[in-house]
């Protein structure tokens, strides 16, 4: 049974930094792609960033380049999300996914992905 579990959420100022992290379980290890969505109140669920298998591709939204670096640890079955300069407009539940079909490429849309977590609040206030 997939199971994906975020925590490293909570409360932050302006500029200031958190790490997210999705803990996977029933074998996803390598063999899925993973991808970082978040929801603000009233607003749609987004795509933030994503990883392939390997860890050696990514891709961010251009809200967040620059800014959020994902990454995996497949020995740990775990993804991370660094979130640096954080601002008040990253509000929002963030929420990690998992995709077990895409070979080539990092989907950035919400039904392409076949498992979720409960997802992690962000809060950016001073």
């Known amino acids: 049974q997939v199971q994906l579990v975020e925590s490293g959420g909570g409360l932050v100022q302006p500029g200031g930094s958190l790490r997210l992290s999705c803990a996977t379980s029933?074998?996803?290890?390598?063999?899925?792609?993973m991808g970082w969505f978040r929801q603000a109140p009233g607003k749609e669920r987004e795509f933030v960033a994503g990883?392939?298998?390997?860890?050696?591709?990514?891709y961010y939204a251009d809200s967040v380049k620059g800014r959020f670096t994902i990454s995996r640890d497949n020995a740990k079955n775990t993804v991370y999300l660094q979130m640096n300069s954080l601002k008040p407009e990253d509000t929002a539940v963030y929420y990690c996914?998992?995709?077990?079909?895409?070979?080539?490429?990092?989907?950035?849309?919400?039904?392409?992905?076949?498992?979720w977590g409960q997802g992690t609040q962000v809060t950016v206030s001073s």
């Open positions: 996914a998992a995709d077990r079909d895409s070979v080539s490429y990092i989907p950035r849309l919400r039904h392409q992905y076949d498992y």
């Open positions: 029933g074998g996803i290890s390598s063999r899925y792609v």
């Open positions: 990883v392939m298998r390997t860890g050696s591709t990514t």
